[in-house]
């Protein structure tokens, strides 16, 4: 069991020696004489709890305080005051004082004050422990050894540093922009607070607004009849990611930039004026610059949003980290298929960097997936990677089926992340199967329509 150390600073050696006697077999007890003595105190481990006179000889309780505040930033502190000194202890409890204890002390009452401070002091530690269990689990796992990475590295440490300041990622599909959100949102200040994704591109454009802002009571027919919360007020106080904001239409483009300038909102259907102050992360892979000059995406919007812009290079772009990530990818998969492959041979490291990563991070994360599932051998081989009938430096042909994926049954199948080579074959091979039905090709790889029509808008053509 922890052993909590409390200190008692009160020139009164009787009262030092009463409270001493009366706790040193549960607490670890240091008394002294002044609040010099303590701050100069050597030899005794730091306290978790001060009981601390407020009439001391020398440096008076209140400056102390400061002081122990200022060395001591967990310490809870216990005042020790005479009746005469009431106004001081209101003064006190106000700069953050825990609890007082009038003078002649009852030893039983302050027993229970010890107890009750030394309680919420195991609580925020708990409390701390658990934040901290959670980040570690959360943190996103950022693997690159290129400049372009430290650069994007560097501004995701400049960025968490503030709790508000909205940044827009740039960059092609599958090369980290919600790694990098995520990222953000995790080291900054409101960490504690949610991290809410919002695919502006998935959602049909009639929904997106009522999605984000959330509807009153019956504000149009088949609304629940309690009203929705909206995105935005669900990321209150933690990070909105707005993915695929170049997907927005103008309409809601005006709406989101009302609601940036000044962090007020109304629901569908409402007039009552909400509040909320999420953080908001965009994210597009489309080209917002020729967006703009085309009158598809506001200006005025992306100064708003792009306080911060973070452009994540292509994987192409940035070689110095292929390897490093395929060999993440190959333990990550290793442990996840229980196989122990030990690298890669000469022959895949040299088609690893020649190879033309369109599909960028996610197709190397996909195509190791496969590979250390297919591999037999100690270490990956070319063939494991379904690319031998390729060349090198040219994109994959996906009616060839040259990665040797499986056939698409009638029966269908689950496509749960997009891969642009993958896609690209199944998607094909779906319309082909369907006659070109959108709806059936999307049922037939467990797609909803719209996410169907997205993932497919966004393969090469
Ligand atoms: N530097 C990196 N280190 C480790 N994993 C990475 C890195 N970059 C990307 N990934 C992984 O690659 C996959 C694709 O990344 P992510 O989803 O963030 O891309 P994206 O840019 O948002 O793509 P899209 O534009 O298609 O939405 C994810 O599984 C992500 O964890
Ligand atoms: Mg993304």
């Known amino acids: 069991m922890i052993k909590y150390t409390i200190w008692i600073v009160d020139d009164d050696d009787s009262i030092r020696e009463g409270i001493s006697m009366a706790l040193e077999e549960k607490y670890e007890i240091h008394g002294f004489f002044s609040a010099e003595d303590s701050l100069e105190a050597e030899n005794t481990n730091d306290p978790d709890l001060i009981l601390l006179d407020i009439g001391l000889p020398g440096m008076s309780g209140t400056t102390a305080l400061k002081e122990f505040q200022k060395i001591y930033p967990n ?10 000194d009431i106004r001081t202890v209101i003064t006190s409890m106000k700069a953050g ?32 422990h658990l934040q901290e269990k959670y980040l570690q689990n959360n943190m996103p796992c950022f693997i690159g050894e290129s400049n372009s990475i430290y650069e994007t590295m560097d501004l995701i440490e400049m960025v968490s540093q503030s709790s508000d300041t909205p940044v827009m990622i740039l960059g092609e599909t599958g090369t980290g922009k919600e790694l990098v959100a995520s990222a953000i949102h995790y080291k900054s ?12 591109a998935a959602i049909p454009k009639d929904l997106i607004e009522s999605e984000l802002f959330g509807y009153e009571h019956g504000a149009f027919s088949g609304a629940h009849s309690s009203g929705k919360k909206g995105l935005v007020e669900a990321a209150d106080g933690g990070t909105l990611f707005l993915d695929e904001v170049g997907d927005l239409s103008m309409e809601v483009q005006v709406k989101l930039l009302r609601f940036l300038e000044d962090g007020h909102f109304y629901k569908l259907g409402g007039t009552k004026k909400y509040i ?10 489309r080209d917002i610059d020729k967006m703009i000059s085309q009158d598809e995406f506001r200006k005025d919007l992306f100064y708003r949003l792009g306080v911060v812009i973070i452009r994540v290079s292509s994987l192409n772009e940035r070689q110095d980290d292929i390897l490093p990530l395929a060999s993440f990818f190959l333990e990550k998969y290793n442990r996840k298929f229980n196989k122990s492959l030990l690298g890669f ?48 430096g040219k994109v994959m042909n996906p009616q060839k089926n040259s990665m040797g994926l499986p056939l698409l049954m009638p029966a269908g199948m689950d496509l749960p992340e997009f891969h642009t080579a993958v896609d690209q ?3 094909y091979e779906s319309l082909k199967m369907t006659q070109g039905n959108e709806k059936k090709a999307a049922q037939l790889l467990n797609l909803n329509h719209h996410t169907f029509r997205y993932r497919k808008k966004r393969l090469p053509q």
């Open 189 to 200: 200040p409101n960490f504690k607070g949610p991290f809410v994704t919002i695919n502006c």
């Open 276 to 285: 909320a102050v999420p953080r908001i992360v965009s994210a597009t892979n």
């Open 75 to 84: 310490v809870l502190i216990i005042m020790i005051t005479a009746y005469e």
């Open 345 to 392: 041979s000469d022959e895949v490291e040299e088609l690893l960097l020649k190879y033309s990563w369109s599909g960028n991070v996610r197709e190397l994360k996909n195509l190791m997936e496969r590979g250390v599932l297919a591999a037999k051998g100690h270490e990956l081989a070319v063939k494991d990677l379904g690319l031998a009938t390729i060349q090198p």
């Open 425 to 427: 074959f199944y998607f």
């Open 97 to 128: 004082v825990y609890d007082y204890v009038i003078k002649p002390i009852y030893m039983e009452g302050l027993e229970v004050t010890i107890a009750h401070a030394l309680e919420t002091i195991r609580l925020r530690k708990e409390i701390h």
